[in-house]
């Protein structure tokens, strides 16, 4: 069990543990617990702009219109589902694009 003393101090360190203050330092540390992303409160990961993702969400909500929770829920599961589409499009871009790259490096009379 922790002393008073002890307890005092603890109080003492919280307080100057507040955390990032600036706009840059707390957009960089809202992902600094995000391992896979499969339970991430948000879609955008770093390197990817929040306002496209706000954008295609508007998109969506403007055309379709939810009128109930339900509604909203599978709106969201599908602005996520074509967000992560796009990404993993990217993704595979990239990845087919350094391939083909390293397979020059590696066999050049190809």
């Keep these: 069990m922790a002393t008073l003393k ?3 101090a603890n109080r003492l360190n919280a307080k100057k543990s507040t955390g990032p203050r600036s706009a840059e330092g707390k957009a960089k540390s809202r ?3 995000l391992k896979s992303g499969i339970d991430a409160q948000s879609a955008v990961i770093p390197d990817e702009d ?10 969506y ?3 379709f219109q939810p009128e109930n929770p339900k509604e909203r829920d599978l709106l969201d599961t599908l ?3 074509v967000w992560q589409l796009r990404r993993l499009r990217r993704v595979e871009t990239q990845f087919w694009t350094t391939r083909m790259n390293e397979m020059k490096h590696e066999c050049p009379n190809r």
């Design 31 to 33: 992902f600094n617990a």
């Design 61 to 63: 909500y403007t055309r």
């Design 79 to 81: 602005i996520t589902a």
């Design 6 to 8: 002890q307890i005092q």
């Design 50 to 59: 929040p306002a496209k993702f706000q954008e295609l969400a508007d998109e």
